[in-house]
């Protein structure tokens, strides 16, 4: 550990940790990038978490039902393939201690810092690196600040007069009360997007009566799940190249959907008729089925999957609601029709803030300018992971690099190269601190949008968590193949950046780092 203190005792409040990389956050993200530079042989760096254990969306989202819905066998490390997983679709707490099992495997504890939340974090010009303020005081100065803080964690609250004046039980998927026993209660859902459909049709038979109310009706595919038999698992253990070509199947498989969300939308036609027989199949009612056909193109919001979704809503005891909400009673939702409909329970099922992953005052950079006052119209990066006006600061899982057909993993090894190309370039030129050239963002971002507004997310009729509402620029999604991703992000080109000499000397040499796997090995 070369971590270095000012005070004896690594943490607490009053002490100064220095460190040359600091990583803020510990799900895939955050432990991807701590991953790749352990096995570049770096020890200088820590991973700041705000909670007391590693996980991040995975260890917050905890609701019943909770499951990934881009199969495992993508879904994970190339670097670290789990031969166990136990379907092709892996619940949550699998998930969790998969990455609990990284940790350990890469032997990333001694540099985990668990319940360090970042406060603020700003560029120190004058020290060439970064000074990050922890929410107990601490203080930790930092060459390098990678964040690995997701763009989906800040709970959306929706915004109904009222809400906090219900006296029954109320919570955010995200913050899922497992003490509240839903068994024979009447519960409204707000909100019927990923994390709804999964909940949904796991506490209907529970409860007494459920109020779904639904704004606007996702479309739903089959899920094509299934369990991973014990002869699969041992094979994948005794020859792991078997798994890979599974991986390499659903990799492919998946990256054929970018055909019909950017290249040629007309493709998507198929796919929705796909959705609309399963829809048919599975529920029987006409006026039910109407409720909830979409009125846009398949694909503009996500497209979501799921076997027992729709049946949960042909129950008797659920009741589908179009009808808006006008406000919130102490024991009651108030429709706008004037109808009075009683609960003892409101979860929200309302998102998260996926244009604004990150409050206001939380990094500032060059000229102690705030991260959202760079991003006034809307967040933006180049290459998602490098943003102008904040030298060494790098994101993972930065603006456009989301997905709507494949798995994030990817573009998350994707960026951890790029990274560790870049942070392996300044050593080697001895370079201190690098800042992109508002042009070369510029012009990137401009590239970006012209491919943004011909696809489906702009273009087919919907709005979505994808666009910014300031500028109605998409600003979260990638609009391509994520192979293209890959090919964009291989080398870091220090033409592209503005640069520091070295001001302080460097405190590691690394070795090479193995090549991540090219899309065709993804
Ligand atoms: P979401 O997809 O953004 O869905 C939010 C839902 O709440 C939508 O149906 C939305 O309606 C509704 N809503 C929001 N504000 C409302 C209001 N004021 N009144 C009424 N309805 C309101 O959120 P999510 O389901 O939590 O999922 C977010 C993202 O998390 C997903 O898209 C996905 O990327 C990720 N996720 C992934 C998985 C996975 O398996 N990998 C699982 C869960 C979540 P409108 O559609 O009309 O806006």
Redesign the pocket.
């Known amino acids: 550990m070369n971590a270095r203190a000012d005070l004896p005792g690594l943490a607490g409040p009053g002490a100064t940790e220095h460190t040359d990389i600091a990583i803020i956050g510990s799900g895939f993200a955050g432990l991807g990038m701590a991953i790749r530079l352990r096995q570049s042989g770096e020890q200088d760096f820590l991973i700041f978490e705000k909670a007391g254990s590693v996980g991040g969306t995975w260890r917050d989202n905890h609701y019943p039902g909770c499951?990934?819905?881009?199969q495992s066998h993508l879904y994970s490390f190339s670097f670290a393939p789990n031969p166990g997983w136990s379907r092709m679709f892996s619940p949550q707490p699998e998930i969790r201690a998969y990455l609990e099992d990284c940790t350990d495997r890469f032997a990333l504890r001694p540099n985990l810092r668990l319940n360090h939340e970042l406060r603020h974090a700003a560029w120190d010009e004058p020290a060439g690196g970064w000074r990050l303020e922890m929410a107990d005081g601490k203080v930790v100065r930092a060459r390098v600040l990678v964040s690995g803080m997701g763009g989906?964690s800040r709970p959306?609250y929706?915004?109904?007069p009222g809400l906090d004046s219900f006296e029954g039980e109320c919570f955010h998927?995200q913050h899922w009360n497992h003490a509240y026993a839903l068994q024979g209660k009447r519960v409204a859902v707000?909100?019927?997007?990923?994390?709804?459909i999964?909940f949904v049709p796991q506490i209907a038979p529970k409860v007494a009566q459920l109020d779904l109310?639904q704004?606007?009706p996702p479309w739903i595919m089959p899920k094509p799940d299934r369990e991973v038999s014990a002869t699969e698992q041992w094979l994948f253990r005794r020859l792991p190249f078997t798994q890979k070509l599974v991986r390499t199947g659903i990799y492919w498989m998946l990256e054929s959907r970018v055909l019909g969300f950017v290249a040629h939308p007309k493709l998507m036609k198929v796919v929705e008729r796909i959705a609309r027989r399963h829809l048919a199949r599975q529920v029987r009612n006409p006026q039910l089925r109407a409720t909830l056909t979409p009125d846009y193109t398949i694909g503009c919001?996500?497209v979501l999957i799921s076997n027992d979704y729709y049946p949960a809503l042909a129950r008797s005891n659920v009741d589908v609601v179009t009808t808006g909400?006008s406000r919130v009673e102490r024991d009651a939702v108030i429709l706008r029709s004037g109808s009075r409909r009683p609960v003892d329970c409101i979860i929200l099922?309302?998102?998260?803030h996926a244009t604004d992953p990150l409050p206001r005052g939380v990094i500032a950079g060059r000229d102690g300018v705030d991260l959202l006052d760079a991003w006034g119209d809307g967040a933006q990066a180049y290459l998602g992971t490098t943003v102008a006006g904040f030298p060494n600061l790098f994101f993972v899982v930065g603006p456009n690099t989301g997905l709507g057909h494949s798995s994030m993993v990817f573009m998350i090894e994707s960026q951890v190269a790029y990274i560790l190309d870049a942070l392996r370039r300044m050593r080697r030129e001895g370079v201190q601190a690098v800042e992109v050239r508002e042009p070369v963002q510029r012009a990137f971002n401009e590239g970006l949008q012209g491919k943004l507004g011909h696809a489906i997310w702009s273009a087919g009729g919907c709005?979505s968590?994808y666009i910014d509402p300031r500028s109605g620029r998409n600003t979260t999604l990638w609009p391509g193949f994520t192979w293209q991703f890959r090919r964009a992000t291989a080398s870091f080109r220090m033409t592209d950046y503005e640069i520091w000499p070295v001001r302080m000397p460097q405190p590691y040499e690394s070795a090479d780092v193995p090549e991540i796997a090219t899309a065709a090995g993804a």
Do not use: E
């Open positions: 499951a990934c819905d881009v989906l959306s929706p915004d109904i998927s707000i909100g019927t997007g990923a994390s709804a999964q109310y704004r606007t919001k996500r909400i099922g309302t998102g998260f709005a968590w």
